[in-house]
C-alpha cells in the first residue's frame, strides 16, 4: 500500500511540471484503447439517463400524448400542487419512508449475518445447498411471489395453522386484511425474496480478506465469534458502505410491484406508497404530467438523501463514493 | 482475409439474431409491418394488418388461420394479425399513445377515450357512408349514438340490437345459490334479501363444512376494477339495471350518484348483520380474482352475487363435471316485493368500447379495412359467425327456423372447434348485430329456443321442473325500455373532474366498504355517516353532470328515430 502511493505521488509532481493539456492529450493517446472501449457507455448513459430529463418539462404542463411540444399547454406547478396538498400524499410520504427503511434495515442485517453465517460453514455442500436455496426467490417474478406470499398468509394458509397449533393465537388472522402488520409483511417478504442474492457481493469481500489474518487471530486465541467481530465484519466494511450509500440513494424508491400486488382496500392506509399513488393518479388516469411531477421529487429527494449519506460517511472517516 | 472472414461471418450472425428476435413466430403471408403486399397466390394479393384487441386474453393468431378467416381473406384480400392484450390495458394503449405507434385495427377497451383524445383513431363517418353500406344498414339507428362531441364516429362497437330476445340462459347479474343448498332446503325460491340470506343462515348453521372445509356463506368479488361486482349490488337491489355507478330516474333522466343514498346504506348495514353472524367472507376484500374463482369452483361458497360473464370460467368448470349438485343457480334479488328485477339487459347498445382504425393506416388501407368490415356486417357472413356453416355447424328445418344437433351442440361447445372455426376470434369484437335476423331466427344460437332447450341436460331439468320453468331466466322480469342503457358507456374527458371522482370513489370505497361491513354493529352508524361525510367532499355533481348530459342526449337521438320511423 504504502509503496504504491509513493509512485503515485511522484507521478503527480511530475505531471505538474508540463503543462495540463499537453498531459491530457499524451494520456489520451496512452489509454486510447480504454477511451474507445467507455464509448458505448457514455453514449448508453446519455441516451437512456440524460435525455430522458428532456420529459421533466411534462411535469409543467397539461400534457397531451401526440401534441407537439410548442402546442401543449403549460400549467406551472399545477400538478405539484395537486400531488403535495392531496390529504392522502402525507401518509403516502409516510408508508414510502416507512416501507423503505425496514427493506433497507433487514435487507442489510439479514444479508450480512446470512453471509457471515455461510461463510462459517466448513461442509462444502451443504453450504452450496444453502446458497442456491436462498436465492432462488429471486429469480420469482413478484406476481408469483406475491401470490405465494397471499396464499400462505390467507386464512386457512400455512402461517394460520402453525400459528394455531402453537397455541399462539386463538383465532385465524387475517394478515393481509389488518393495516398495521402490511409493513412487517412487506419486509418479510423482501428478505425471503432478496436476502440470499443480496449475501452474494458480502460472501465476495469475505472472500478478500487475508487468510493469514484468521491464522494469526487463531494463535493469539480468538475465538470464532471473536474472529468474526474482528476481522470479518471490518473486513468487509468498505462495501457495506458503498452499498449503503447506494441504497440511500434509492430511499424513496419502496419498490412497486409487491405493495400493488398484496395492497387491498383493507391495508392501503399502510401499503399505498408513492409509486402505487402515482400508477392510480398518473398513469392510468392518463395524467402523464403527475406522474412525472412524482418522478422529479423522488429524483430530487434522491439526490439530496445521496450526498448527505455521502458526506456523513467521509466525516465517520471511512470514505465516500466519490 | 481469413480474419475478415471471421468478422463477416459473426457480423451475420448477430443480424440473424436480431431479425429473429424482431420478427414474431406466426407464419403470416406477408410481411411484419402489414403495409407490405405480399402474392397470396391464386386470390392475388393478400395484405396483412395488425389488430390488437384488448377486450381480454387470447391466443394470438393471423385470421386466415381459421375456417371463416380464410374465407374472409378470399373475398376481401385482407387479414389481420390479432394481437391479445397481456396485463395491462391503460399500460399497453398508454404506450401506444405516447409513441404514436398504434397497430391499424384497434379495439382500447377502457382506454378508448384516451386514444380519441389523443387523436389515434380516424374519423369514420365518410369511411362508413362512400364503402360500407351494409354497416350502414346494420348500425343504422345507431349511428347517431357513436358519434362523438366533435360528430365523428371513431370506434364501431359489436353489438346493434335488432329486436329483443328473451335469453334462455342467464349471461348478466344474478344472486346466486348452491344448487345443493337448494335441494336440501327443498327448493324455496328467495325474492328478497332478507329471504336470500335466511336461506344462506339456514344451510350454513347445518353444514358448517363442506368436503372438509369450512363453509362460506356469501363471498364477494372486489379486486381491482372487478370491484363493481360489489358496488354494484344496491342499484340491482333497488330495481335498476347495471347502468354503473348511478341511478338513472326514469322520469327526469337525471343521474344520481348512489354511494351515500339510503339504498347502499340499507344494503351495507345487511352485509355487516351478515358478517356478524359469521356468514360473510373474511377474505372478500383480500382475495384476488383468481383465488375467487378457485373459491367458487371448491363448491365451499354457499352464494355470492356476480355477473355470469364474469364468474363464467368457475361456473363453466362445474358445470363440466359430472355432478349437477356443486352448479349455482341465479336468483333476481330485491330489497322487497315490489320492487320490478332489472337484471337482465335492456335493449341497449353501448357505443363503447369498440374496434377504430388508426393513424396508423394509410387512405388506401383505410378503405381496404372498412371494406373488410363491411363484409363482416353482412347479413349472411353476420349467421356464418354465430351459427357457422349450414349442414356442418347449424340445420334448417322445413320453417325456415335453424337448430342444432346434439351432435352439433357438443362441437361447437368445444374449445379446439371454435377456434379453428374462428368462432372465437369473429364472433364479438367486429361489427356484430344482436337479437333477431330478418328471418327470425335468433343471431345467437344460445338464444334459440330449438338449440336451448337441447343444451340442459338432466341435472338443468331437474331444478327447470322444482321451479316450475322453461328456462332460467323465465325467474327473471322482461328489461324496461331505457334508450340510454348503458350509462357507463359515457365518455369521461381524460383530466375532467368527473375522471378524478372515479378514481378517488373507487379508492374510498375500498377503503371503507370493509371498514364498514366487518364493524361492530353498534359501530354501524358512526361508520355510515364517516363514509358518507367523505363521500361529500368529492366532485360527485360533476360526474352526475356528465352522465346526465350524455343519458338525455341518447333518449334525444332516440325519439327523434323513433318520429322518423313513423
Known sequence: MASGSDIAASTIKKEKQEKGLKVFLRKCKEQQALLWMTVPFVLWVFVFKYLPVWGWTMAFQDYKPAVSFSEQEWVGFKHFLFLFTDERFLGVLRNTLAQSLINLVLGFVTAITLAVLINELSNMKFKRTVQTISYLPHFLSWVVAAALVSSVLSIDGIVNDVLMGLGLIEKEILWLGVGEYFWGILGASEVWKNVGWNAIIYLAAISMIDQEQYEAAKIDGASRIQRIIHITIPGMKSVIVVLLIMNIGYILEAGFEPQYLLGNGQNVEYSENIDVFVIKYGISMFNFSLATAAGMFKTVISIIFLFAANSLSKKLGQGGLY | ?566
Open chain 2, 1 to 566: 482475409m481469413r480474419k475478415q472472414f471471421v468478422w463477416l461471418l459473426s457480423l451475420l450472425i448477430a443480424l440473424l439474431f436480431v431479425a429473429s428476435a424482431c420478427s414474431d413466430d406466426s407464419q403470416n403471408t406477408s410481411s411484419d409491418d402489414g403495409n407490405d403486399t405480399n402474392d397470396g397466390g391464386e386470390s392475388g394479393d393478400v395484405i396483412t394488418y395488425d389488430f390488437f384487441d384488448a377486450s381480454g386474453p387470447g391466443e394470438d393468431i393471423n385470421t386466415s388461420e381459421t375456417t371463416i378467416g380464410k374465407m374472409f381473406e378470399e373475398e376481401t384480400g385482407v387479414n389481420f394479425d390479432i394481437e391479445h392484450i397481456v396485463g395491462d390495458v391503460n399500460q399497453k394503449v398508454g404506450t401506444m399513445i405516447a409513441s404514436g405507434e398504434y397497430p391499424e385495427l384497434l379495439n382500447a377497451e377502457q382506454s378508448t377515450d384516451a386514444v380519441i383524445d389523443a387523436g389515434g383513431f380516424v374519423p369514420l363517418n365518410d369511411l362508413i357512408e362512400e364503402h360500407a353500406p351494409n354497416i350502414k344498414k346494420m348500425y343504422g339507428p345507431y349511428l347517431e349514438y357513436m358519434k362523438r362531441d366533435d360528430g365523428n364516429i371513431y370506434i364501431i362497437p359489436s353489438g346493434a340490437s335488432h329486436g329483443y330476445v328473451k335469453p334462455a340462459n342467464l349471461e348478466q347479474g344474478a344472486w346466486w345459490i348452491k344448487r345443493d343448498v337448494l335441494k336440501e332446503l327443498g327448493y324455496p325460491q328467495p325474492k328478497t334479501l332478507d329471504e336470500y340470506f335466511a336461506i344462506i343462515e339456514e344451510y350454513t348453521a347445518a353444514n358448517p363444512e363442506i368436503d372438509g372445509a369450512n363453509t362460506i356463506g356469501f363471498t364477494a368479488l372486489t379486486h381491482d376494477w372487478r370491484f363493481f361486482a360489489l358496488s354494484n349490488q344496491p342499484n340491482h337491489l333497488a330495481g335498476y339495471p347495471n347502468d354503473g355507478g348511478i341511478m338513472i330516474d326514469m322520469d327526469t333522466l337525471e343521474a344520481d350518484a348512489y354511494p351515500d343514498n339510503p339504498e347502499t346504506e340499507r344494503w351495507l348495514k345487511k352485509l355487516n348483520e351478515v358478517n356478524d353472524k359469521g356468514l360473510f367472507d373474511q377474505e372478500s376484500f383480500t382475495q384476488n380474482y383468481d383465488e375467487y374463482l378457485a373459491k367458487i369452483t371448491s363448491g365451499r361458497v354457499v352464494g355470492f352475487f356476480d355477473y355470469r360473464w364474469q364468474v363464467g370460467q368457475a361456473l363453466d368448470t362445474l358445470a363440466e363435471d359430472e355432478d349437477p349438485y356443486n352448479d349455482y343457480m341465479g336468483f333476481p334479488i330485491v330489497f322487497e316485493e315490489g320492487i320490478t328485477d332489472q337484471y337482465l339487459d335492456p335493449v341497449g347498445f353501448a357505443a363503447s368500447p369498440g374496434i377504430g382504425i388508426t393513424t396508423a393506416a394509410s387512405e388506401e388501407d383505410q378503405i381496404r379495412i372498412i371494406k373488410f368490415l363491411d363484409h363482416i356486417a353482412k347479413e349472411e357472413t353476420q349467421k356464418l359467425i354465430t351459427w357457422g356453416k349450414e349442414g356442418e355447424t347449424y340445420e334448417i328445418d322445413e320453417n325456415g327456423r335453424y337448430y342444432r344437433t346434439e351432435e352439433q351442440i357438443e362441437t361447437t361447445s368445444n374449445t379446439e372447434f371454435r377456434d379453428s372455426f374462428g368462432f372465437s376470434y369473429f364472433e364479438w369484437g367486429w361489427p356484430r348485430m344482436n337479437g333477431l335476423y330478418e328471418d327470425g331466427n335468433a343471431v345467437e344460437p344460445p338464444k334459440q329456443q330449438e338449440v336451448a332447450s337441447l343444451m340442459y341436460d338432466d341435472g338443468d331439468k331437474e331444478f327447470l321442473e322444482a321451479y316450475e320453468i322453461e328456462t332460467f331466466t323465465e325467474l327473471f322480469a322482461e328489461p324496461e325500455e331505457r334508450p340510454w342503457y348503458p350509462a357507463w358507456d359515457t365518455p369521461i374527458e381524460t383530466g375532467s373532474p368527473a375522471q378524478l371522482y372515479e378514481q378517488q370513489l373507487d379508492d374510498l370505497m375500498k377503503r371503507k366498504f370493509p371498514e364498514i361491513i366487518f364493524a361492530n354493529p353498534s359501530d354501524f352508524d358512526s361508520q355510515w355517516s364517516d363514509f358518507k361525510s367523505s363521500f361529500e367532499t368529492l366532485p360527485y355533481e360533476e360526474y352526475e353532470n356528465v352522465i346526465t348530459e350524455s343519458v338525455k342526449r341518447k333518449v334525444e337521438i332516440y325519439e327523434q328515430a323513433q318520429e322518423s320511423a313513423e
